[in-house]
């Protein structure tokens, strides 16, 4: 990047897209490269200062990117044939403009509303730089055309101290919510295993970031979200090849994101881990993109402290994303605010219609083969959750075992084994076969470039020469039994239904209740878990902040928090319904629907969840009063686990 885009104001650091959007009328007259304005929209000619103040107001309360610094210059933009410079002297007479300068366009030329740069005659986006020091991002990223994004480019920008990346986000005036847009102007941020047209797709490896050049296409998804009106504002680091990576000894090639909970030196855990550990540290990024295989998405919420969701299998195209396992990989996606993954989830995914009327399921299942967890504050945490689901659709909650389920009625093709008996392998074939077989491409063009081995970390060649012995013949096996396992399951546990979309929802525990410490040592061999069920059933699993446990931290020294969830699972393509049955149930109960950034998930408070509850009250019963006025208003081990096999969690 040339050092003269980016301008550094006395509020903040601001990238200056090079891209015009704009001419003025004349030429600026200025000492600076990049002159800060605002410009403003005038459609009568008795616009005035009060007309200024009232705009620059709304510009402060709904942008991050605008502040006082681009006061000084204002650039008026009327439609041809309004005389502004009568409304031009106006506004000099008063204290903070210094510079008016006209714009006269067509009616369907106007450039929105909001801060910019001026050079000569030429307007330019103001894209704010925030400082990456959670080093969440590997590769920060701009769209070459702001109005038609389709190639990307590099982000060549540190902070004002050179410790940390810059990323840059526009203005949120510039964008505007439509049918055709519902996430205008939304910002999100992406997992390095999605293809993005014109930036390198690094699977956090040194071998594989140096032997391949930038991708010439989007992923599918992606590209879906950007014509949705999303802005991808950088790529975020993910354990190597996508794997289960712990920090810190774990992470050879690149360094691992801080978990901004607590001590800030807890896990960020792994896989989607600049995923979870930048949604959750910085409040200008609205969205994540993960992905999840066996709990890439779903673990980095739990550490993180936040709402994730892992897709239906095949809810949406997964064209352009490296793949980790096919039976298992979807989309995932990571939020703040249950609002905000109604916001897109709900038309970004490939998903059935909700009947009209809708009617939520009336059976809630326990599975007693994961409850009561090992850890008693976090089984009370989670008591608190199951109490105020039964609550809202009254009805108890069904106990079951589904290992003893399965011994009451297995299928045929079990041949009368036990369900861990049955499904000791199933998944470990398919994910062990996949995750080494997918990159043997890369390990072969390697070997040709650079007459050398590709280097991967202890914890990959783990992972490989386990999998080397596992044939085509196995993977379709372990398949084969998975097919049998899901059919089985949506007959006697949880299925599909044509009133409720799902004929039940499932309470699953979820993440852990203990501090791990990013310089703990880690194994590289473990178990499957819990976390596998959702996966090797192809269902979607929503997880729920609902309570933050205190620990005492050896790193601060001080009592910390730590973030305790919950979650859902429902039958296939129920991603909505778990969404919206989640909103209902914690609004019902004055639970909060949202987390903050920072230190903590959830304000403090005095109950077994140690959350303060009393300001979700306060905030919806503003909400109804801004309604009524006519406002808008925006585990341990499963016991039908596979025991003795090395994790993998994306």
Request: glycine share 6%; net charge neutral; proline share 6%.
């Amino acid at each position: 990047m040339n050092q003269n885009t980016v301008r550094i104001l006395a509020r903040a650091s601001y990238y200056v897209h090079p891209q015009e959007v704009g001419r003025l009328s004349e030429q600026a007259i200025t000492d600076e490269i990049w002159m800060p304005a605002v410009v403003l929209s005038v459609k009568y000619s008795e616009y005035g200062l009060s007309h200024v103040a009232e705009a620059l107001e709304h510009f402060a309360l709904k942008d991050d990117v605008y502040s006082d610094d681009f006061n000084a210059t204002v650039v008026l933009q009327s439609v041809r044939g309004l005389d502004t410079s009568a409304i031009a002297e106006r506004l000099k007479k008063g204290n903070t403009i210094r510079s008016v300068y006209a714009r006269d366009v067509a009616s369907n030329d106007f450039l929105p509303s909001g801060p910019y740069f001026i050079q000569g005659k030429t307007i330019h986006q103001a894209w704010k730089l925030y400082e990456d020091d959670l080093d969440a991002f590997v590769i920060p990223i701009i769209p070459d055309d702001v109005y038609k994004p389709e190639n990307f480019s590099v982000l060549q920008a540190v902070s004002t101290e050179g410790s940390f990346r810059s990323i840059a986000v526009p203005s949120r005036l510039y964008s505007e919510l439509t049918t055709d847009k519902p996430l205008a102007g939304v910002r999100v941020s992406i997992k390095d295993n999605y293809d993005l047209k014109g930036i390198r797709t690094t699977m956090m490896n040194r071998a594989y970031n140096e032997l391949y050049p930038p991708r010439e296409s989007t992923a599918d998804y992606i590209r879906k979200l950007i014509d949705l009106g999303a802005i991808i504002v950088g790529k975020t680091k993910m354990s190597a090849f996508a794997s289960a990576e712990e920090p810190t000894d774990q992470w050879i090639d690149y360094h691992c994101p801080f978990n901004p909970r607590g001590d800030k030196y807890q896990t960020p855990s792994c896989s989607s881990t600049g995923a979870g550990a930048s949604l959750a540290g910085y409040s200008w990024l609205d969205h994540s993109i993960g992905t999840d295989t066996s709990g890439s998405i779903r673990l980095p919420a739990a550490w993180c402290g936040l709402f994730a969701l892992r897709t239906s299998y095949g809810a949406a195209s997964r064209r352009g994303v490296v793949p980790s396992c096919n039976e298992f990989d979807t989309i995932g996606s990571l939020h703040r605010s249950l609002e905000g993954a109604k916001q897109l989830v709900m038309c970004s995914l490939a998903l059935p219609r909700l009947p009209e009327p809708f009617h939520y399921p009336k059976r809630i299942v326990y599975p007693l083969d994961f409850f009561p967890q090992e850890d008693a504050d976090q089984q009370a945490m989670t008591e608190e959750f199951v109490k105020i689901v039964e609550r809202y659709l009254d009805v108890k909650r069904v106990c079951i075992s589904i290992k003893d389920k399965w011994a009451l009625s297995p299928p045929r093709e079990a041949g009368g084994k036990g369900l861990e008996e049955y499904l000791a392998m199933s998944a470990v074939w398919p994910m062990y076969y996949d995750t080494y077989h997918t990159f043997d491409q890369f390990r072969e063009d390697y070997l040709a470039r650079f007459g050398k081995e590709a280097f991967v970390s202890p914890y990959m060649r783990k992972r490989w020469s386990l999998a080397i012995p596992f044939t085509k013949e196995e993977r379709a096996k372990g398949v084969a039994e998975m097919n049998v396992f899901r059919s089985w399951f949506a007959k006697h546990i949880m299925g599909a239904d044509n009133k409720t979309v799902t004929n039940a929802v499932m309470i699953m525990p979820f993440g852990a209740a203990s501090p791990k410490y990013r310089d703990d040592h880690n194994n590289i061999v473990g178990s499957f878990s819990i976390f596998y069920l959702p996966a090797v059933l192809q269902l979607p699993q929503l997880i729920i902040p609902v309570g933050q446990k205190p620990y005492d931290s050896r790193i601060s020294g001080l009592k910390e928090y730590m973030p305790v969830v919950s979650s859902f699972m429902g039958a296939k393509g129920s991603d909505k319904v778990l969404i919206n049955l989640a909103e209902a149930v914690l609004k019902k109960a004055n639970w909060p629907t949202e987390v903050s950034t920072g230190r903590y998930a959830f304000k403090l408070g005095q109950n077994v969840r140690n959350v303060d509850d009393t300001s979700c009250l306060k905030s919806n019963k503003s909400r109804l009063a801004e309604s009524c006025s006519g406002k808008r208003v925006s585990p341990a081990d499963s016991a039908v686990s596979v025991p003795n096999m090395e994790a993998e969690m994306d």
